[in-house]
């Protein structure tokens, strides 16, 4: 079974600008969470989905925002991207089966410039 | 918010040593977890923990929940370089998962 897939692997903006981070979950896992790591604020979520809704939502500004797809693919978006944003933003996949286990992608390694 | 704090934040060590890592919080949390996430991947599952007081060995790793289910050690018996990595433990309550501030542990050959 393959993993969780992040795309692309690394990415760099510049500040204003906008960014969308793609996942795909492990094949039927219904469950999408995306959280933002940085070296001084460790994991911070962000928010899930299942079945196309979001289910919890972080502490986060309105800028970033996600949906899910029928086929369980998630994206996030990050618009006027400012320099604090630069960070790993990690998704990770869960199903009922895999009860409370959060399989993660690699990552996305964000630079704002 | 549910803050878990880990100590220490960094630590560094020879092989063949023991450590401890500690996993603090004032909530009570139905379950909690340990990860390890290695420079360039995702945090992988080491561990689940269920019950207070409950206490699971991996090889040398030995975990234990808290008897109030607010807090847990990770304790690591002849480390190896293979240990090295970012450790977070992340606590659970309904379908939500609060991750603490991680340890980075460095073993030296």
């Known amino acids: 079974k393959a993993g969780v897939t992040q795309t692309p692997r690394y990415l760099i903006k510049t500040r204003g600008q906008q960014v969308t981070l793609s996942c795909s979950p492990i094949?039927?896992?219904?469950?999408v969470s995306w959280y933002q790591q940085t070296p001084g604020q460790g994991l911070q979520f962000l928010f899930e989905?299942?079945?196309?809704?979001?289910?919890n939502k972080g502490n986060f500004p309105g800028r970033f925002s996600g949906r899910q797809f029928s086929n369980s693919r998630s994206e996030m978006n990050v618009s006027t991207l400012e320099l604090g944003d630069s960070a790993l933003y990690l998704c990770?996949?869960?199903?009922?089966?895999?009860?409370?286990?959060?399989?993660f992608g690699s990552g996305t390694q964000l630079s704002v410039l | 918010t549910q803050l878990l704090e880990q100590s220490p934040q960094f630590l560094s060590i020879q092989e063949g040593e023991n450590l401890t890592v500690y996993c603090n919080s004032s909530?009570?949390?139905?379950?909690l977890q340990w990860y390890r996430q290695e420079p360039g991947e995702g945090p992988v599952l080491l561990v689940t923990?269920?019950?207070?007081?409950e206490v699971k060995k991996l090889k040398r790793l030995t975990f234990q929940f808290g008897d109030a289910r607010k807090d847990s050690s990770l304790h690591i018996t002849a480390a190896q370089p293979g240990d090295t990595g970012l450790y977070l433990c992340?606590?659970?309550?309904?379908?939500?998962?609060?991750f603490g501030t991680g340890t980075s542990l460095t073993v030296i050959p």
């Open positions: 990770a996949s869960s199903s009922r089966n895999s009860g409370e286990k959060l399989f």
């Open positions: 094949s039927g896992h219904r469950s």
């Open positions: 989905y299942f079945s196309e809704t979001q289910r």
């Open positions: 909530s009570v949390f139905s379950s």
């Open positions: 923990v269920v019950t207070g007081g």
């Open positions: 992340a606590g659970i309550t309904g379908n939500q998962f609060y």
